[in-house]
């Protein structure tokens, strides 16, 4: 190997939650610069054909699904192709992989609570980890920046906001570091996190009880998963979003503004002492803070459009609506109790926007789940991942005695 190749090392790239929307946004970034990145792993749960898709492009050492006869048809499929990818199966394989040695970036692509566990796992083992899966973050982020900080991982947000706000930062701030180094982020008045509003943003109310799942997952702006452009329509999108921006950058809820900015143009902005504001400006296209992860420190092209200021013309601003978005007012109720309560809340909303989709409630029942659940299951902290896990439990299990009352 020649001293240039040594120092010019491919990155070897993990991708949990490949076949989804930042897996595909991830996987087009990764295949523009075939000089710079390898894939190392890759993992799907039930759309199988794409995985084998993807395996057969970027051949990685190991391919990850969620049970034994996915596991059977991959392995047919690549064999079929004369491919090397060995196939993994379940939750523990993903942890394997997540925080394997031959690994040098992870990008957290799976949606929901069940990508906690390798989440947890790629943290711990102070791999340098783009966090897309914000469920986790809201479910055990001080925990999880905590490991961070031990294991010395280097966290980066790939949510477009957070992205935006990391960007706005001072360059020597790191994320669980900078709430305990204290100089960065003294400099910082609050922060600004955009919302588009999602598709129901001027939508008359007395609408929203006919509101069907086809219509809730067309955002008007971003192209995404099921489950983040339902809760986009709801505005727990940026509920969560808040949890995880207090998470991230180790601030309280009071410091952090939600704007209606209905263009998606400004990703967020951090205000600092002195009045200046610092946005950060781009398309809304999700390779964007991608690219900016996996090229982190340097800056890589991710195929996303210019910005066309001449075509834009203008930015609007509005104040959110909690009585037309009660998620929001519900989640900010629970980041400032803190402690189990934005556990209950995600998994309360996971269970709720299934129900959604599934038709078996409606638009409006998905707030008073997540509403009757937080009153049911309270308070209290928890120590460890089994807590964290115990109470998720227990809070899907109340939010579907919940949903059972309210389908009609
Ligand atoms: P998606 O539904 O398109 O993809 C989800 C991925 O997770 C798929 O690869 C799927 O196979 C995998 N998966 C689903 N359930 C699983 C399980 N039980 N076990 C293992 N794997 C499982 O979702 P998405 O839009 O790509 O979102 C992924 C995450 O990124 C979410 O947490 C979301 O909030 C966050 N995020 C997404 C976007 C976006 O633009 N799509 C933007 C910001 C944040
Ligand atoms: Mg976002």
Redesign the pocket.
């Known amino acids: 190997m020649t001293i240039e190749t040594e120092i010019h090392r491919k990155k070897r790239i993990c991708v949990l939650?490949?076949?989804?929307?930042?897996?595909d946004s991830t996987l087009d970034v990764i295949g523009r610069h075939p000089e710079r990145f390898s894939v190392f792993a890759l993992?799907?749960?039930?759309?199988i054909d794409k995985l084998v898709t993807e395996c057969l492009r970027f051949e990685p050492k190991y391919a990850v699904v969620?049970d034994d006869q996915a596991a059977h048809e991959v392995r047919k499929q690549l064999d079929a192709n004369g491919t090397q990818t060995n196939v993994l199966v379940g939750t523990e394989a993903?942890e394997w992989v997540a925080c394997h040695d031959e690994v040098d970036v992870i990008v957290t692509?799976?949606?929901?609570a069940?990508?906690l566990k390798s989440t947890l796992a790629a943290v711990r083992a102070g791999h340098q980890i783009l966090i897309?899966?914000?469920?986790p973050l809201v479910m055990m982020g001080h925990t999880i920046v905590a490991e961070a900080r031990r294991s010395g991982a280097v966290i980066i947000p790939?949510?477009?906001e957070h992205n935006a706000i990391y960007q706005c930062l001072p360059d020597t701030f790191e994320v669980g570091a900078g709430s305990t180094s204290g100089a960065d982020l003294n400099s910082v008045r609050r922060i600004l996190l955009t919302a588009s509003g999602g598709p129901f943003r001027t939508l008359p109310i007395e609408d929203f009880p006919r509101i069907t799942p086809a219509e809730a997952v067309r955002h008007p702006n971003?192209s995404?998963?099921?489950?983040?452009s339902v809760?986009s329509a709801t505005m727990m999108n940026k509920g969560l979003e808040l949890i995880e921006a207090c998470v991230l950058f180790g601030v309280s809820p009071d410091h952090v503004e939600v704007v209606i900015h209905p263009q998606s143009v400004i990703h967020s902005m951090v205000e600092y002492l002195d009045g200046s504001v610092v946005a950060q400006m781009g398309s809304a296209d999700?390779r964007i803070p991608i690219a900016h992860g996996l090229g982190w420190p340097d800056r890589i092209e991710s195929g996303a459009e210019s910005l066309d200021f001449f075509d834009l013309a203008r930015l609007d601003f509005e104040r959110p609506d909690e009585t037309r978005f009660p998620c929001l007012a519900l989640a900010r109720r629970a980041a400032e109790v803190a402690g189990i309560s934005p556990i209950v809340l995600n998994a309360a909303n996971e269970i709720a926007v299934d129900a959604f989709l599934e038709g078996r409630i409606g638009f409006l029942d998905i707030a008073t789940t997540i509403e009757r659940t937080l009153d049911t299951v309270r308070g209290g902290q928890y120590d460890c991942i089994e807590d964290v896990l115990n109470i998720d439990d227990i809070s899907r299990r109340r939010s579907r005695q919940i949903v059972d009352t309210l389908i009609t």
């Open positions: 939650g490949s076949t989804g929307s930042i897996g993992s799907g749960h039930r759309r969620s993903l692509g799976i949606v929901g069940a990508g897309a899966n914000k469920e790939l949510d477009s971003w995404m998963g099921r489950k983040i809760d999700m």
